[in-house]
């Protein structure tokens, strides 16, 4: 069946590069999103990739896609405070719904 | 455009008691979801509707659990003789189209505590 791995928790610095990665099983998948989740708030879609790239930047996003090895990964350039939220990796196959990660709690401290 | 909407936001209820909540998508979006989510995990997926079909159901809604989009927009969820292991964060979802990307628009939840 269809599994997403996250790790569970990053911290950093104020200005560094973050990175959050997530694995994921189904090889047919034919999206692969983040979306974030602030306390008290719904997710918000940060961005996606279709499974035929390799990479996609989106201002101060950047998303890594290794096909082979199942592996998505997340980088925030100049990570901010207003950065801290939770992280989720998401896949989708053909016209069928979500499956999830758990989830990186990412904290950003000045 | 106000987003999705999700009501009530909270809700506690005794063991027992039957509960209903409500979600109004995005006007002109035909698909719409329901997640659940518990502490410490991503979103589990409930079930889904197109215009006023619902059509898929996962394995975690059981007969307690009824959905239904009688006109195709707004839409209920009811638990029946909830139980504590019910207690947790039901989130709605809508999108404009099953094909592509189709971004799923999230509203903010509503909290169930089952006491």
């Known amino acids: 069946g269809e599994d997403v791995e996250q790790s569970l928790f990053l911290s950093v610095r104020e200005g560094d590069s973050s990175v959050i990665n997530c694995t994921y099983t189904?090889?047919?998948?034919?999206?692969l999103y983040w979306y974030k989740q602030e306390p008290g708030a719904g997710l918000q879609l940060l961005t996606y990739?279709?499974?035929?790239?390799d990479m996609k930047q989106d201002q101060r996003l950047t998303v890594l896609l290794n096909k082979k090895d199942k592996h998505l990964s997340l980088r925030i350039a100049d990570t901010q405070t207003g950065d801290s939220a939770i992280y989720f990796c998401?896949?989708?196959?053909?016209?069928?719904?979500?499956?999830f990660g758990k989830g990186t709690m990412l904290l950003v401290s000045p | 455009d106000t987003g999705v909407s999700q009501d009530p936001r909270h809700k506690i209820t005794k063991r027992g008691q039957n509960v209903t909540f409500r979600c109004d998508p995005i006007?002109?979006?035909?698909?719409l979801y329901w997640y659940r989510q518990t502490l410490g995990q991503g979103p589990e997926f409930l079930t889904y509707?197109?215009?006023?079909?619902?059509?898929?159901k996962s394995r975690l809604l059981s007969d307690r659990f009824s959905a239904e989009r009688p006109k195709g927009s707004f839409s209920t969820l009811e638990i029946q003789r909830t139980e504590q292991g019910d207690s947790a964060m039901y989130l709605c979802?809508?999108?404009?189209?099953?094909?592509?990307?189709?971004?799923?628009?999230f509203g903010p939840g509503t909290r169930l505590t089952v006491t």
């Open positions: 979802a809508s999108s404009a189209s099953a094909q592509g990307m189709d971004e799923q628009y």
């Open positions: 189904d090889s047919s998948s034919t999206y």
């Open positions: 990739i279709f499974s035929n790239m």
């Open positions: 998401a896949e989708k196959e053909g016209y069928s719904t979500l499956t």
């Open positions: 006007s002109e979006h035909n698909r």
């Open positions: 509707f197109q215009n006023e079909a619902q059509l898929e």
